[in-house]
DNA sequence: TCTAACCTGATC
DNA sequence: GATCAGGTTAGA
């Protein structure tokens, strides 16, 4: 569900609750949905900052320990008085002062909660191997990027090693405001839609996190709020209606396993190279 | 490099 | 009952 506009505005919510607060505990409802790296779930800490990276939100703690949360497909993370009734599927709790917790609800249970020393988790694969925040991206180094990945388009966006942050419905908005094939190889770029690509992505992330983010079905904020950019969606969601900027039906095909909207006029496919004349019909594959 | 799998819940 | 969903990743 969460992609990096979803993301940094849950970021944003804890910030303005949560930073400088004491943090008593951190309880995990459900064993298995809360990891600790070399710490104690119990020691108490003092908030000192929440960052994104990625798609990853960053609970600085003191001791330099972190409470790193990845919301999966379905997760939410709020703010929430403790009088109010725990909601189905909260698999870990934050006890916070002021009677306030930090609440972590998970139906598909994709998300990730971790608790670590935070030299151990940035030590981590899994922390090392993401690629470059897609907010600031130049057109040099996205260009270096894709110039090594000869899979779609779409498949690269999504990779979290190449860009970190972007996600299925951005993907699609970026690519068809860039007028790019979702299909097309990544290498085969040219010069003008990388150009597209950078300009694209920087406005419509920092126009979805201006929104909110998008809550299609299950995203809300720190507060329990929704988002409101899923109604300028100009792709996502929207197969089978006019394309809004030329009228085209837009489809929905499936690129990199993914549901993937876009519009065969905006966004035409472009062939892989005319293929050289050949007299005799041998193949050569 | 791609698919299947991880889960639950909403919708067809 | 089958299918699909905003993410990631272990295996083939």
């Known amino acids: 569900m969460p992609e990096l506009p979803e993301v940094e505005t849950v970021v944003r919510g804890l910030q303005a609750r949560i930073v400088g607060q004491r943090l008593h505990s951190v309880v995990a409802r459900r064993g298995d949905m809360l990891e600790c790296l070399g ?14 990276r990625g798609k990853m939100i960053l609970v600085d703690l003191t001791r330099s320990e972190v409470l790193s949360v990845h919301l999966g497909m379905s997760g939410q993370l709020s703010v929430e008085p403790r009088s109010r009734p725990l909601a189905d599927h909260t698999h870990v709790v934050g006890e916070l002062e002021g009677g306030i917790e930090l609440r972590y609800v998970d139906p598909r249970r ?3 909660v971790q608790l670590a020393r935070r030299p151990l988790l940035e030590a981590g694969v899994r922390w090392r191997a993401l690629g470059p925040e897609p907010l600031g991206l130049g057109a040099v180094a996205l260009e270096r990027i894709l110039a090594a990945r000869t899979t779609a388009i779409k498949a ?3 990779d979290q090693h190449a860009v970190a942050g972007l996600g299925n419905i951005y993907v699609d908005e970026i690519l068809h405001a860039s007028g790019i094939h979702p299909s097309l190889e990544a290498n085969r770029l040219r010069p003008a839609e990388i150009d597209a690509l950078v300009e694209n992505i920087q406005r419509i992330l920092l126009d979805a996190i201006a929104a909110g983010g998008s809550t299609i079905r299950d995203y809300r904020n720190a507060e329990g709020g929704s ?10 969601g929207r197969a089978g209606q006019g ?3 030329c009228g085209e039906t ?3 095909i499936l690129v990199a396993g ?4 876009f519009c065969p006029r905006c966004q035409p496919r472009r062939r892989r190279r005319p293929r050289p004349r050949r007299r005799s019909s041998k193949r050569a594959t």
């Open 39 to 52: 710490t104690d779930p119990g020691r108490g800490w003092q908030v000192t900052a929440v960052r994104r």
């Open 110 to 112: 994709f998300g990730r």
């Open 156 to 158: 690269a966006l999504l």
């Open 227 to 236: 988002g409101s950019f899923q109604s300028r969606h100009r792709v996502y």
């Open 243 to 245: 394309c809004l900027r």
């Open 250 to 252: 837009l489809r929905k």
């Open 258 to 261: 993914r549901g993937t909207h």
